[in-house]
């Protein structure tokens, strides 16, 4: 009879050097970036619960005075501040909802069917989109004139058009692309007609990229100041409203106030983000790998 007996080989892994360094100096590039990135965000937060006299007053002198909610109460007491936020949550879901629909069909055409002109189509859109608001303001201006819009919700939200439909019908459209066509041809093999595949096959589909770009050009709308400055003059938004804030007299600008009410804005959206950010990964990273 034989025994056969097994020996365990413990295999002794040495970590060079050179990957710990590595591993440092990218933690610490990342610990940069975050620092970067959030500080303004942080000394903004730390500004608004700070009396208006400290914030002049050197960072050590203002970190060491005393914590209020006075310039929040002073926010939310101003009128203009909530006709503001009204403005601006009308003009922004109206834009994402339009530039959203049109998004939808231009994508599927775009993502699905071959046509002459379809190349030029696509840079033509990156084209506009990469175009300044200076350059289309003049023109912009003149037809809204015209068309008696001036004032008017309906004229921002189609002047929100010029950079909400580029960037959707540009998203939406790589996002269709990566769609089987197999589910078209399921489609059509039951007899449904583009408009149906389109609606009850594709859209389904769709929900983590429409997710996505709606929020993303929802938050463009959101912040966008030179439209709105420019086409409205009483039914300002939000942030045309925080800007023209005044103090006591016309040589002060109430900094604390602004703070304030620059962080109530924001969260918003850091809330909107948060909900559906599981849907925001999965519509950036979709199409990226191929199975």
Not at 84 to 92: A, C, D, Q
Not at 96 to 107: C, E, R, T, W
Not at 143 to 151: C, E, G, S
Request: proline share 5%; net charge positive.
């Amino acid at each position: 009879m034989m025994t056969i007996q097994r020996t365990d080989q413990v295999v002794k892994t040495t970590v060079r050097p050179t990957v710990v360094i590595q591993s440092v100096l990218f933690t610490v590039l990342l610990l940069v970036i975050a620092a970067y990135l959030l500080l303004p965000f942080v000394w903004g937060v730390i500004t608004s619960f700070k009396p208006a006299s400290a914030i002049f007053e050197g960072p050590a002198k203002m970190m060491a005075a005393p914590w209020t909610l006075d310039n929040y109460a002073q926010v939310f007491a101003y009128p203009g501040f909530y006709k503001g936020l009204l403005n601006s949550t009308i003009v922004s879901l109206g834009a994402v909802l339009l530039s959203l629909v049109v998004g939808v069909f231009a994508a599927y055409a775009l993502g699905k069917y071959k046509f002459y002109g379809k190349t030029v189509i696509m840079y033509v859109i990156l084209a506009v989109s990469m175009f300044p608001q200076i350059a289309v303001l003049s023109g912009l201006y003149t037809m809204i004139q015209q068309a008696k819009l001036y004032d008017n919700p309906l004229g921002l939200i189609f002047s929100y058009l010029i950079f909400t439909i580029p960037f959707s019908v540009w998203v939406l459209t790589s996002f269709v692309r990566e769609i089987p066509n197999e589910l078209e041809e399921a489609a059509m093999m039951d007899g449904a007609t583009p408009l149906q595949t389109l609606i009850q096959v594709i859209l389904p589909v769709m929900g983590p990229a429409l997710v996505t770009t709606g929020l993303l050009a929802f938050i463009n709308a959101w912040n966008e100041y030179l439209f709105a400055l420019t086409f409205m003059s009483q039914n300002r938004t939000i942030p045309v409203v925080i800007a023209n804030y005044s103090g006591s007299s016309q040589y002060e600008t109430p900094w604390a106030n602004i703070m304030a009410a620059s962080i109530l804005v924001t969260v918003p959206l850091i809330v909107l983000v948060l909900i559906f950010q599981k849907n925001i990964v999965s519509g950036l990273t979709s199409g990226a790998v191929k199975g």
